[in-house]
Protein backbone atom coordinates (compact mmCIF):
# COMPACT_ATOMS: atom_id res chain seq x y z
CA UNK A 1 0.00 0.00 0.00
CA UNK A 2 1.03 3.53 -0.47
CA UNK A 3 1.93 4.16 3.12
CA UNK A 4 4.39 1.29 2.52
CA UNK A 5 6.08 2.91 -0.51
CA UNK A 6 9.72 4.70 0.12
CA UNK A 7 9.66 6.90 -2.60
CA UNK A 8 13.33 7.50 -3.08
CA UNK A 9 13.72 3.78 -3.73
CA UNK A 10 11.66 2.98 -6.17
CA UNK A 11 12.98 1.45 -9.36
CA UNK A 12 11.71 1.17 -13.28
CA UNK A 13 9.62 -2.06 -11.25
CA UNK A 14 5.63 -2.61 -11.14
CA UNK A 15 4.30 -0.98 -7.74
CA UNK A 16 0.91 -2.46 -7.54
CA UNK A 17 -1.80 0.83 -7.07
CA UNK A 18 -5.35 0.55 -5.89
CA UNK A 19 -7.04 0.72 -9.35
CA UNK A 20 -6.81 -0.25 -12.49
CA UNK A 21 -9.26 0.84 -15.75
CA UNK A 22 -10.61 -1.24 -18.21
CA UNK A 23 -12.90 -0.63 -20.72
CA UNK A 24 -14.22 -3.79 -22.98
CA UNK A 25 -15.29 -3.39 -27.12
CA UNK A 26 -17.55 -5.59 -28.66
CA UNK A 27 -18.31 -5.71 -32.60
CA UNK A 28 -16.84 -2.18 -32.78
CA UNK A 29 -18.37 -0.85 -30.08
CA UNK A 30 -16.03 0.33 -27.46
CA UNK A 31 -18.08 0.57 -23.48
CA UNK A 32 -16.99 3.49 -21.03
CA UNK A 33 -13.65 3.01 -18.53
CA UNK A 34 -14.13 1.72 -15.15
CA UNK A 35 -12.31 1.43 -12.33
CA UNK A 36 -11.40 -1.65 -10.41
CA UNK A 37 -9.46 -2.81 -7.25
CA UNK A 38 -9.33 -6.24 -10.07
CA UNK A 39 -6.46 -6.82 -11.53
CA UNK A 40 -7.03 -10.20 -13.21
CA UNK A 41 -8.71 -10.85 -16.34
CA UNK A 42 -11.31 -13.68 -16.79
CA UNK A 43 -9.46 -14.68 -20.58
CA UNK A 44 -10.79 -17.37 -22.56
CA UNK A 45 -7.44 -19.44 -22.83
CA UNK A 46 -8.01 -19.33 -27.03
CA UNK A 47 -8.25 -15.41 -27.10
CA UNK A 48 -6.66 -14.04 -30.08
CA UNK A 49 -3.99 -12.03 -27.90
CA UNK A 50 -2.70 -15.36 -26.58
CA UNK A 51 -3.12 -17.43 -29.71
CA UNK A 52 -1.33 -15.05 -32.11
CA UNK A 53 -0.08 -11.86 -30.50
CA UNK A 54 -2.76 -9.51 -30.67
CA UNK A 55 -1.53 -7.16 -28.42
CA UNK A 56 -0.46 -3.54 -28.29
CA UNK A 57 0.65 -1.67 -25.39
CA UNK A 58 2.06 2.34 -24.33
CA UNK A 59 3.74 3.80 -21.73
CA UNK A 60 3.60 7.17 -20.69
CA UNK A 61 4.06 9.71 -17.35
CA UNK A 62 2.61 11.76 -14.77
CA UNK A 63 4.52 13.97 -13.20
CA UNK A 64 4.03 16.32 -9.54
CA UNK A 65 5.50 19.55 -10.68
CA UNK A 66 7.38 22.25 -8.54
CA UNK A 67 3.85 23.98 -7.94
CA UNK A 68 1.99 20.62 -6.72
CA UNK A 69 0.09 20.75 -10.17
CA UNK A 70 -0.03 16.86 -11.60
CA UNK A 71 0.73 17.34 -15.67
CA UNK A 72 0.47 14.77 -17.58
CA UNK A 73 2.86 14.69 -20.92
CA UNK A 74 1.55 14.37 -24.47
CA UNK A 75 -1.06 11.53 -23.51
CA UNK A 76 -2.70 12.43 -26.90
CA UNK A 77 0.48 11.26 -28.94
CA UNK A 78 0.11 7.60 -27.02
CA UNK A 79 -3.41 7.50 -27.82
CA UNK A 80 -2.47 8.00 -31.80
CA UNK A 81 0.74 5.48 -31.91
CA UNK A 82 -1.45 3.05 -29.70
CA UNK A 83 -4.36 3.32 -32.33
CA UNK A 84 -1.81 3.35 -35.64
CA UNK A 85 -0.58 -0.46 -33.27
CA UNK A 86 -3.87 -1.42 -33.25
CA UNK A 87 -4.46 -1.03 -36.68
CA UNK A 88 -1.34 -2.38 -37.64
CA UNK A 89 -2.83 -5.47 -35.78
CA UNK A 90 -6.19 -5.74 -37.26
CA UNK A 91 -7.72 -4.18 -33.74
CA UNK A 92 -10.24 -1.79 -32.85
CA UNK A 93 -8.44 1.32 -31.91
CA UNK A 94 -9.08 3.08 -28.55
CA UNK A 95 -10.87 6.64 -29.48
CA UNK A 96 -8.28 9.36 -28.60
CA UNK A 97 -11.04 10.79 -26.18
CA UNK A 98 -11.77 7.52 -24.65
CA UNK A 99 -7.81 7.03 -24.03
CA UNK A 100 -7.75 10.12 -22.27
CA UNK A 101 -10.89 9.67 -19.87
CA UNK A 102 -9.13 6.43 -18.83
CA UNK A 103 -5.50 7.52 -18.10
CA UNK A 104 -7.61 10.92 -16.39
CA UNK A 105 -9.46 8.11 -14.31
CA UNK A 106 -6.58 6.04 -13.89
CA UNK A 107 -4.74 8.81 -12.33
CA UNK A 108 -7.93 10.07 -10.62
CA UNK A 109 -8.76 7.02 -8.80
CA UNK A 110 -4.91 6.62 -7.89
CA UNK A 111 -3.85 10.67 -6.64
CA UNK A 112 -1.77 8.81 -3.51
CA UNK A 113 0.54 6.90 -5.91
CA UNK A 114 1.50 10.11 -8.27
CA UNK A 115 5.03 10.25 -6.17
CA UNK A 116 5.89 13.60 -4.78
CA UNK A 117 8.02 16.56 -6.33
CA UNK A 118 11.50 16.25 -5.51
CA UNK A 119 12.15 12.86 -5.43
CA UNK A 120 12.24 12.29 -9.35
CA UNK A 121 9.64 9.31 -9.22
CA UNK A 122 6.37 9.80 -11.66
CA UNK A 123 2.91 7.88 -11.94
CA UNK A 124 3.87 5.55 -14.92
CA UNK A 125 0.47 4.11 -16.89
CA UNK A 126 0.78 1.24 -19.10
CA UNK A 127 -2.43 1.46 -21.48
CA UNK A 128 -2.47 -2.35 -22.87
CA UNK A 129 -4.74 -3.66 -25.60
CA UNK A 130 -6.01 -6.93 -25.98
CA UNK A 131 -7.78 -9.34 -28.39
CA UNK A 132 -10.18 -11.37 -26.26
CA UNK A 133 -12.31 -13.83 -28.72
CA UNK A 134 -11.78 -16.59 -28.40
CA UNK A 135 -10.10 -18.45 -31.62
CA UNK A 136 -8.71 -20.85 -33.10
CA UNK A 137 -8.06 -20.58 -36.62
CA UNK A 138 -5.56 -18.06 -37.37
CA UNK A 139 -6.89 -14.45 -37.52
CA UNK A 140 -7.81 -11.54 -35.91
CA UNK A 141 -10.74 -11.22 -33.14
CA UNK A 142 -13.31 -8.93 -33.05
CA UNK A 143 -13.11 -8.43 -29.22
CA UNK A 144 -11.15 -6.40 -27.24
CA UNK A 145 -9.71 -4.88 -23.53
CA UNK A 146 -8.18 -2.02 -23.41
CA UNK A 147 -6.65 -1.21 -19.47
CA UNK A 148 -4.49 1.38 -17.85
CA UNK A 149 -2.32 -0.32 -15.35
CA UNK A 150 -0.95 3.03 -13.49
CA UNK A 151 2.85 2.07 -11.10
CA UNK A 152 4.65 4.69 -9.39
CA UNK A 153 8.32 4.69 -11.08
CA UNK A 154 11.67 5.57 -9.50
CA UNK A 155 13.85 8.41 -11.73
CA UNK A 156 15.60 6.30 -14.39
CA UNK A 157 18.80 7.89 -12.88
CA UNK A 158 19.07 8.14 -9.00
CA UNK A 159 21.39 10.71 -8.15
CA UNK A 160 23.63 11.88 -11.13
CA UNK A 161 22.75 11.65 -14.64
CA UNK A 162 24.96 8.96 -15.79
CA UNK A 163 25.96 6.61 -19.17
CA UNK A 164 25.33 3.42 -20.27
CA UNK A 165 27.44 0.79 -22.38
CA UNK A 166 25.82 -0.73 -25.61
CA UNK A 167 26.65 -3.68 -27.90
CA UNK A 168 25.68 -4.26 -31.29
CA UNK A 169 23.70 -7.43 -31.64
CA UNK A 170 23.90 -8.65 -35.49
CA UNK A 171 22.19 -12.50 -34.57
CA UNK A 172 18.82 -11.08 -33.81
CA UNK A 173 17.05 -8.77 -35.90
CA UNK A 174 14.34 -6.77 -33.52
CA UNK A 175 12.03 -6.29 -36.31
CA UNK A 176 11.57 -6.40 -40.00
CA UNK A 177 12.02 -3.34 -42.71
CA UNK A 178 8.42 -4.22 -43.47
CA UNK A 179 7.29 -5.10 -40.07
CA UNK A 180 5.67 -4.74 -36.85
CA UNK A 181 8.56 -2.36 -35.89
CA UNK A 182 6.73 1.09 -36.21
CA UNK A 183 3.86 -0.47 -33.91
CA UNK A 184 4.63 -0.53 -29.99
CA UNK A 185 3.55 -4.59 -29.46
CA UNK A 186 4.47 -6.86 -27.36
CA UNK A 187 6.09 -9.46 -30.23
CA UNK A 188 8.87 -7.37 -31.26
CA UNK A 189 9.62 -7.44 -27.29
CA UNK A 190 9.52 -10.92 -26.94
CA UNK A 191 11.68 -11.39 -30.19
CA UNK A 192 14.27 -9.20 -28.92
CA UNK A 193 14.56 -10.85 -25.34
CA UNK A 194 17.60 -13.52 -26.95
CA UNK A 195 19.82 -10.03 -27.64
CA UNK A 196 18.56 -7.63 -24.90
CA UNK A 197 19.09 -10.42 -21.64
CA UNK A 198 22.41 -11.49 -22.34
CA UNK A 199 23.48 -7.76 -22.81
CA UNK A 200 21.90 -6.93 -19.53
CA UNK A 201 23.28 -9.81 -17.86
CA UNK A 202 26.78 -7.98 -18.48
CA UNK A 203 25.44 -4.62 -17.56
CA UNK A 204 24.54 -2.96 -21.14
CA UNK A 205 22.14 -2.59 -23.38
CA UNK A 206 21.43 -3.20 -27.36
CA UNK A 207 21.84 -1.29 -30.40
CA UNK A 208 19.77 -3.23 -33.05
CA UNK A 209 20.84 -2.59 -36.67
CA UNK A 210 18.64 -2.34 -39.63
CA UNK A 211 17.24 -6.06 -40.10
CA UNK A 212 18.16 -6.29 -44.24
CA UNK A 213 21.79 -5.17 -44.23
CA UNK A 214 23.29 -5.04 -40.89
CA UNK A 215 24.50 -2.01 -41.60
CA UNK A 216 22.19 1.47 -40.56
CA UNK A 217 21.49 1.51 -36.93
CA UNK A 218 18.35 1.48 -36.09
CA UNK A 219 17.06 1.71 -32.65
CA UNK A 220 17.52 0.67 -29.13
CA UNK A 221 15.77 -2.33 -26.99
CA UNK A 222 13.07 0.01 -26.11
CA UNK A 223 14.47 3.39 -26.65
CA UNK A 224 15.51 5.37 -29.83
CA UNK A 225 18.55 6.51 -30.93
CA UNK A 226 20.32 9.65 -30.88
CA UNK A 227 23.65 11.04 -32.21
CA UNK A 228 25.30 14.55 -32.15
CA UNK A 229 27.40 15.57 -35.09
CA UNK A 230 28.92 18.40 -34.40
CA UNK A 231 25.40 21.41 -34.38
CA UNK A 232 23.71 18.92 -35.92
CA UNK A 233 21.32 16.14 -33.86
CA UNK A 234 21.22 13.02 -35.91
CA UNK A 235 18.03 10.31 -35.04
CA UNK A 236 17.60 7.04 -37.60
CA UNK A 237 15.21 6.98 -40.25
CA UNK A 238 13.77 3.29 -40.53
CA UNK A 239 10.35 1.94 -40.99
CA UNK A 240 11.14 -1.06 -38.34
CA UNK A 241 11.65 1.67 -35.40
CA UNK A 242 9.17 3.47 -32.97
CA UNK A 243 8.55 6.70 -33.49
CA UNK A 244 9.71 8.26 -30.10
CA UNK A 245 7.35 10.58 -28.14
CA UNK A 246 10.29 11.67 -26.17
CA UNK A 247 12.65 11.78 -29.63
CA UNK A 248 9.54 14.20 -31.36
CA UNK A 249 10.31 16.28 -27.82
CA UNK A 250 14.14 16.61 -27.87
CA UNK A 251 14.00 17.23 -31.48
CA UNK A 252 11.72 20.27 -31.32
CA UNK A 253 14.12 21.29 -28.28
CA UNK A 254 17.25 21.11 -30.10
CA UNK A 255 15.74 22.91 -32.92
CA UNK A 256 14.74 25.86 -30.59
CA UNK A 257 18.52 25.86 -29.50
CA UNK A 258 19.42 26.39 -33.16
CA UNK A 259 20.33 22.88 -34.03
CA UNK A 260 20.11 21.16 -37.01
CA UNK A 261 17.79 17.88 -37.13
CA UNK A 262 18.30 15.50 -39.54
CA UNK A 263 16.55 12.04 -39.89
CA UNK A 264 18.41 9.73 -41.88
CA UNK A 265 20.21 6.28 -42.38
CA UNK A 266 22.97 6.10 -40.19
CA UNK A 267 26.10 3.82 -41.12
CA UNK A 268 27.24 1.84 -37.83
CA UNK A 269 30.39 3.58 -38.31
CA UNK A 270 29.44 7.00 -38.28
CA UNK A 271 29.58 6.63 -34.56
CA UNK A 272 33.08 7.05 -35.01
CA UNK A 273 32.38 11.06 -36.01
CA UNK A 274 29.60 11.73 -33.26
CA UNK A 275 30.53 13.68 -30.36
CA UNK A 276 27.48 12.49 -27.96
CA UNK A 277 25.33 9.70 -28.40
CA UNK A 278 22.69 8.39 -26.25
CA UNK A 279 19.41 6.19 -26.35
CA UNK A 280 15.89 8.42 -25.56
CA UNK A 281 12.51 7.07 -24.35
CA UNK A 282 9.48 7.52 -22.02
CA UNK A 283 11.62 6.10 -19.28
CA UNK A 284 14.89 7.82 -19.43
CA UNK A 285 14.27 10.73 -21.41
CA UNK A 286 17.82 10.30 -22.46
CA UNK A 287 20.32 7.28 -21.81
CA UNK A 288 23.91 8.97 -22.47
CA UNK A 289 26.27 6.15 -23.96
CA UNK A 290 29.37 6.69 -22.88
CA UNK A 291 30.66 2.98 -25.27
CA UNK A 292 29.04 1.13 -28.47
CA UNK A 293 30.81 -1.96 -28.55
CA UNK A 294 30.71 -4.05 -31.98
CA UNK A 295 32.21 -7.49 -31.15
CA UNK A 296 32.13 -8.95 -34.89
CA UNK A 297 34.05 -6.21 -35.78
CA UNK A 298 36.10 -5.85 -32.53
CA UNK A 299 35.39 -2.14 -32.32
CA UNK A 300 34.38 0.33 -29.81
CA UNK A 301 33.33 3.40 -29.57
CA UNK A 302 33.95 5.79 -26.88
CA UNK A 303 32.67 8.68 -26.44
CA UNK A 304 33.89 9.64 -23.07
CA UNK A 305 32.36 8.58 -18.94
CA UNK A 306 30.37 11.65 -18.43
CA UNK A 307 27.47 12.39 -20.40
CA UNK A 308 28.19 15.24 -23.01
CA UNK A 309 26.94 18.93 -22.71
CA UNK A 310 24.41 18.56 -25.70
CA UNK A 311 22.23 16.14 -24.30
CA UNK A 312 22.66 16.91 -20.95
CA UNK A 313 20.98 20.10 -21.79
CA UNK A 314 18.21 18.68 -23.69
CA UNK A 315 17.69 16.35 -21.27
CA UNK A 316 17.45 19.15 -18.24
CA UNK A 317 15.14 21.00 -20.72
CA UNK A 318 12.84 17.99 -21.04
CA UNK A 319 12.67 17.30 -17.41
CA UNK A 320 12.11 21.27 -16.41
CA UNK A 321 8.83 21.25 -18.70
CA UNK A 322 7.40 17.97 -17.20
CA UNK A 323 8.34 19.00 -13.88
CA UNK A 324 6.64 22.35 -14.60
CA UNK A 325 10.13 24.48 -13.72
CA UNK A 326 9.86 25.72 -17.60
CA UNK A 327 7.37 27.16 -19.51
CA UNK A 328 5.08 24.25 -21.07
CA UNK A 329 5.38 26.57 -24.96
CA UNK A 330 4.12 23.62 -26.86
CA UNK A 331 1.27 22.31 -24.55
CA UNK A 332 2.84 19.49 -23.86
CA UNK A 333 1.83 19.00 -20.55
CA UNK A 334 -1.97 18.74 -19.62
CA UNK A 335 -2.32 19.90 -15.82
CA UNK A 336 -5.03 17.76 -14.32
CA UNK A 337 -5.08 19.20 -10.10
C1 LIG B 1 11.23 0.10 -29.11
C2 LIG B 1 11.04 1.45 -28.53
N1 LIG B 1 11.54 2.51 -29.18
C3 LIG B 1 11.41 3.75 -28.69
C4 LIG B 1 10.75 3.99 -27.50
C5 LIG B 1 10.62 5.38 -26.97
O1 LIG B 1 9.34 5.87 -27.21
P1 LIG B 1 8.73 6.99 -26.27
O2 LIG B 1 9.67 8.13 -26.30
O3 LIG B 1 7.42 7.33 -26.90
O4 LIG B 1 8.60 6.39 -24.92
C6 LIG B 1 10.22 2.91 -26.78
C7 LIG B 1 9.49 3.14 -25.53
O5 LIG B 1 8.30 3.33 -25.55
C8 LIG B 1 10.36 1.62 -27.30
O6 LIG B 1 9.87 0.56 -26.64
Not at 23 to 28: E, K, L, P
Not at 271 to 299: N, Q, R, Y
Not at 325 to 334: I, L, S, Y
Request: with cysteine.
Amino acid sequence: MKQDIDWSKLGFHYTETEYIVRAACHNGVWEEPYATTDKYLHLHVSATSLQYGQEAFEGLKAFRGVDGKIRIFRWRENARRMARSAEGLYMTPVPEELFGRAIRLALEKNMDFVPPYGTGATLYFRPLLIGTTPRLGVGPGRDFEFVVIPSPIGPYYPGKFHCTTFIVNRHVDRAAPLGTGQFKVGGNYASSFRATEPAHAQGMDCIFLDAKYHRYIDECSAANFIGIKGNEYLTPRSTAILPSITNNSLMTLARERGMKVTRRHIRLEELAEMSECAACGTACVISPIDKVIDPEHDKTYSFGKEPGPILTELYHALRDIQFGRAEDKHGWCEIVS
